[in-house]
């Protein structure tokens, strides 16, 4: 998306590559896009408490990680939007493909010993996320980005449904909900994309509460933020499941679903 013609604000003239269809400095001088970056917090605190969780119930250390890479995700968003630096850019994108990296040696290693490691895959990971790094910032190209971020995605959604149907069927409720939320949010982002000139137009004759829930970009961020949320937990349960840890999807306040395992049995 070409930048928009907006009000100048604290961070001076955008200078990433994307500019959002959230009109610029409208909310704050000191937030370009104020719900684009608030709507980060869904990507930043929960994961920090699913780390700490994962410490507790003494997971494997790489589920820790796949939290703090989803923080690190959120946290490289929010400073992206706020500013729309090039430089923030880069610490919102490639992320994204690090921690989904992450993600995919996970949910691929769910059925190993405990406390295993797999260097092959690693390595080959490594070596793509290296790779993305070294030819994104040459070719500075957005849609490149995205089609190494989709590739990583197919990956998950392949060997989530390869679990779900052949292994443990009756995770499928969280493998599904998860898929079914990260879809609608890039339905969300795609809607935001094509038609910014319209919602822009109604935006105008909204009040601003109202008009900040036609912020689709935002709403891909919390949904998105979501499904990830639950694609960690669909690892984590299927790797507690073959442990043997007897998992339980409970729900934090009521709210927000979180996976707790019995303490690791001594032999």
């Not at 961070?11 to 409208?26: H, I, K, Q």
Request: charge should be neutral; proline fraction near 5%; hydrophobic fraction near 45%.
């Amino acid at each position: 998306m070409a930048p928009s013609v907006d009000r100048q604000g604290y961070w001076g003239r955008p200078t990433s590559t994307l500019d959002w269809c959230e009109e610029n400095y409208a909310v704050s001088f000191y937030i370009a896009e104020f719900w684009n970056t608030m709507s980060n917090l869904i990507m930043i605190v929960p994961p920090l408490y699913g780390a700490l969780q994962t410490l507790k119930d003494g997971l494997e250390t790489r589920y820790v990680f796949a939290f703090l890479g989803l923080a690190a995700v959120g946290i490289g968003s929010w400073c992206f939007h706020m500013t729309l630096q090039y430089e923030m850019q880069l610490l919102d994108e490639l992320p994204m493909i690090y921690s989904c990296c992450v993600f995919v040696y996970c949910l691929y290693e769910c059925f190993k010993q405990e406390n295993s490691i797999n260097y092959i895959p690693i390595v080959v990971l490594a070596g793509f996320s290296i790779a993305v790094t070294v030819v994104y910032l040459q070719w500075k190209e957005p849609v490149f980005h995205q089609v190494m971020y989709g590739i990583l995605v197919g990956c998950l959604v392949l060997r989530s449904v390869y679990i779900v149907t052949w292994v443990y069927p009756w995770h499928r409720s969280l493998c599904y909900a998860s898929l079914a939320i990260f879809f609608l949010g890039f339905v969300f982002w795609n809607v935001d994309n094509l038609l910014c000139d319209t919602l822009r137009a109604s935006r105008q004759n909204l009040p601003p509460l109202i008009g900040a829930v036609t912020q689709f970009h935002a709403w891909w961020h919390i949904l998105t933020g979501l499904g990830s949320h639950l694609h960690i937990l669909l690892s984590l349960q299927t790797r507690a499941t073959y442990l043997r840890r007897r998992p339980q999807v409970k729900f934090l306040c009521s709210v927000w679903p979180m996976v707790h395992t019995e303490p690791r049995r001594r032999s």
